[in-house]
């Protein structure tokens, strides 16, 4: 205690001298009317953007000397500990994280419990990553929360530890974010891996790994071993873990991880699973969840036992995809575990959530008559989740992809499974992150694909390209400023790629007042 006196008596001292403008208000209140064009609001902003900052960097390794988990818990100590105030699930895990983090919150918040959302990236408005009961912070009580921040931040910064980096910063607002709210239990989406990630200073009452495929590959390695090495790294002793990593070169990493730790692991595929049946009609689909035990077998081997579940089967999901019917599994084992553990929760919310939670930007259903979709598909697995979620809700209709893609993911195998699968591809770029590929590298790469594709008499798409997403959607016909007449109503459009031009699609779409192209 005496170690987090001083670092409290410091943090008050630095206080009397902070200018006033930035001096945190006693009560905690704040502008619930402020704009984002208000001059704080911008300020704020800029204070944090000017930082060292990840998601638009992609030359640093995962080592201990760029992610440093010691700055972050020197912050939070300075900050008296949020991250202790509330229960934690903590989940990571290369595809479904995000999902699974909504999906989760979501059914808290229906059971009746205060409920501290953090994810990342956003896509439109920073405020975002930060929930109170499925619902973003207001931008005042951004600025309100990173003026608690900042005598911290110089404080930490003149340390030994450093200056925090922005994810750091949007960790430590998130903490405090759901703190001030006196939130019951907070759901935390890791950023980056796992074992090296700012978020991993929390203690646990459940910790969640979702799929593990190819992606950030220079911070977290090359094999599916290393990467799920880095997402194992957040499994903490004794607290229990539920697993969706389905290869045997991941889950074993993740089980000798759980066993060194001593935490019981549930593993998806062999201790739970799902039958998903999608309905092309209702854009909807029913699951079958089911439960496995391994009694002993007098002889010694080895034999499952279906246990049905408590949820009412089937249960009606409303994301689109097979890989989601897996993450609702693993939300809905991460429930019964919980229940297991003695929370007082009801099946009813987590059926409830299943069926009405929609996350942006996975394969999120924007308009219809012609359909618009949205998703942040952005490497080889969910690029193929993608391409079977349209051939299973759309057989027998045609599919124009608005595509682009960072600079540091593999653009060539992306664009080969959607060449062979699709109708036409619009290739375009992102402007809102220095990391985009050229569009004319985009051309380079699908023309080749295309060559070869017709040398071998294979189905192939045609490929359109444009500067920037505005001029892509005139390409295809559907300007900002009207529905276009010649759209054919039968044809899917999908924008994917990256997350950041399903975030420029999103505010593009709000600054023409439109929730999306329809």
């Not at 759901?178 to 009452?205: M, W, Y």
């Not at 060449?419 to 290739?427: K, N, Q």
């Amino acid at each position: 205690m005496k170690f987090r006196l001083r670092f409290s008596d410091t943090l008050a001292e630095s206080r009397k001298n902070q200018p006033s403008a930035h001096r945190r208000n006693p009560h905690g209140f704040y502008n619930p009317h402020m704009q984002r064009s208000d001059p704080r609001y911008q300020e704020t902003l800029h204070y944090l953007l000017d930082r060292v900052n990840f998601e638009k960097s992609t030359d640093r390794a995962c080592t201990k000397n760029n992610f440093q988990l010691a700055r972050m818990a020197y912050l939070l100590e300075l900050l008296e500990n949020p991250q202790l105030a509330a229960p934690v699930i903590h989940v990571a895990g290369t595809k479904g994280k995000g999902s699974v983090c909504w999906l989760l919150a979501e059914a808290f918040r229906r059971n009746g419990l205060r409920t501290g959302l953090f994810t990342s990236p956003h896509l439109v408005d920073l405020e975002e990553r930060f929930a109170i009961d499925s619902k973003a912070i207001e931008p005042g009580e951004l600025v309100e929360i990173v003026d608690q921040i900042r005598s911290a931040d110089r404080l930490c910064s003149d340390s030994e530890h450093g200056q925090p980096t922005f994810f750091e910063l949007t960790n430590a607002i998130g903490w405090l974010a759901f703190r001030n709210h006196k939130t019951q239990v907070n759901v935390i989406e890791v950023g980056l891996g796992g074992r090296l990630d700012s978020t991993n200073v929390c203690s646990p009452a459940l910790c969640i790994i979702t799929s593990i495929s190819y992606d950030h590959q220079l911070q977290l390695g090359d094999t599916l071993a290393e990467i799920a090495g880095e997402k194992a790294g957040i499994i903490k002793p004794n607290i229990p873990v539920i697993c969706g990593a389905r290869t045997p070169e991941a889950s074993k990493v993740i089980q000798a991880q759980a066993q060194l730790q001593g935490s019981e692991l549930l593993q998806l595929g062999r201790d739970f699973d799902v039958r998903w049946t999608p309905d092309p009609k209702s854009l909807r689909a029913r699951l079958n969840y089911t439960e496995y035990e391994y009694p002993e077998h007098p002889q010694g081997k080895q034999t499952s036992v279906e246990q049905p579940a408590s949820f009412e089967q089937p249960a009606n999901v409303k994301m689109l995809g097979k890989h989601q019917s897996e993450n609702a599994a693993i939300a809905m084992r991460a429930w019964r575990k919980l229940k297991q553990l003695g929370w007082d929760l009801q099946d009813q919310a987590i059926a409830e959530s299943l069926a009405q939670t929609q996350v942006p930007a996975r394969l999120e259903v924007l308009g219809l008559d012609p359909t618009w979709i949205l998703d942040s598909a952005h490497n080889e697995a969910s690029i193929d989740a993608l391409v079977d979620a349209l051939e299973s809700y759309f057989p027998s209709r045609p599919k124009t992809i608005l595509f682009a893609c960072a600079k540091d993911k593999k653009a060539p195998e992306m664009l080969e499974r959607l060449v062979a699968s699709v109708d036409r591809i619009v290739l375009t770029q992102f402007r809102s992150n220095p990391r985009f590929t050229p569009v004319e590298k985009l051309l380079e790469i699908a023309n080749s694909l295309v060559s070869k594709a017709r040398r071998a008499n294979r189905r192939v798409a045609t490929i359109l390209s444009c500067e920037d997403l505005p001029g892509a959607l005139e390409l295809v016909g559907q300007p900002a400023n009207h529905r276009s007449q010649t759209n054919d109503p039968s044809m899917v459009y999908v924008i994917t790629g990256s997350f950041f031009i399903a975030s420029e699609a999103k505010a593009y779409f709000a600054s023409c007042g439109q929730i999306g192209p329809s």
